[in-house]
């Protein structure tokens, strides 16, 4: 796990650094904001740790920066005790968790594992017969032809692909599509499930209707 580590304090930067890196941390050192900056730019780590009060630019500064390109790296500010509008103006700027000096290694350790976890993406890619999903893309894709689906036709199709081969009501679709689906009727799971039938034919796919029930999305037979 590549980690940044952003401490102006020398003799801090060396402890952490040491403690982390006990911890199978590979982990970059830097001493002020500009580099903090120019090396979020020039590399992909799995967290960063990131002082406030830094020389050059501040940690609010850099994490701004950091948001303002789209990176989501996940960051940990490192805040002095007592300084509640720090912490609340760091989260708002965009960092993703702090801890207030001094603290526990054990504790910081803790942390960066758990930000690198929460930051590890879930298999982006749901497959099935000549049917594939990259959720992270937003792409289908039958064989290697591109599929074009409407927002509510991917949800549709994606709850199905998550549970393949197993019966899912359609009341479960309406829940799984909810956030778009305030008005959305059995009926309506019906008409799109007929839409991405017409769009699958040649997927290698079938959706299956268990009447009175739901729908089970297999290989054809
Ligand atoms: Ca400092």
Do not use: C
């Not at 900056?37 to 799995?46: E, K, N, S, V, Y």
């Not at 032809?145 to 197993?166: G, K, T």
Request: no cysteine; glycine share 8%; aromatic share 4%.
């Amino acid at each position: 796990m590549h980690v940044l580590l952003v401490e102006d304090d020398s003799v801090l930067a060396d402890g952490l650094s040491r403690i982390l890196q006990g911890h199978g941390m590979l982990v970059e050192v830097v001493g002020d904001g500009l580099q903090a900056d120019q090396a979020l730019q020039r590399g992909q780590f799995a967290v960063a740790v990131l002082d406030i009060g830094l020389p050059g630019i501040d940690g609010f500064e850099v994490v701004r920066r950091l948001r303002a390109r789209g990176s989501a790296t996940p960051v940990l500010l490192l805040t002095a005790r007592d300084a509640v509008e720090d912490r609340v103006r760091g989260l708002e700027t965009g960092a993703d968790d702090y801890l207030v000096k001094p603290f526990a290694t054990a504790e910081l350790v803790a942390r960066i594992r758990a930000l690198a976890r929460r930051n590890t993406p879930a298999p982006t890619v749901l497959a099935l017969g000549q049917l594939s999903l990259d959720t992270s893309a937003r792409r289908a894709r039958i064989g290697e032809r591109p599929l074009e689906l409407s927002v509510r036709e991917w949800a549709v199709l994606e709850y199905l692909l998550q549970h393949a081969s197993r019966v899912v009501s359609k009341q479960q679709i309406i829940d799984a599509i909810l956030p778009w689906g305030d008005d959305l009727t059995l009926n309506a799971v019906e008409v799109y499930v007929s839409r991405l039938r017409l769009k699958l034919l040649d997927a290698g796919i079938a959706i299956r209707t268990i009447r009175g029930f739901g729908y089970m999305l297999e290989p054809a037979a």
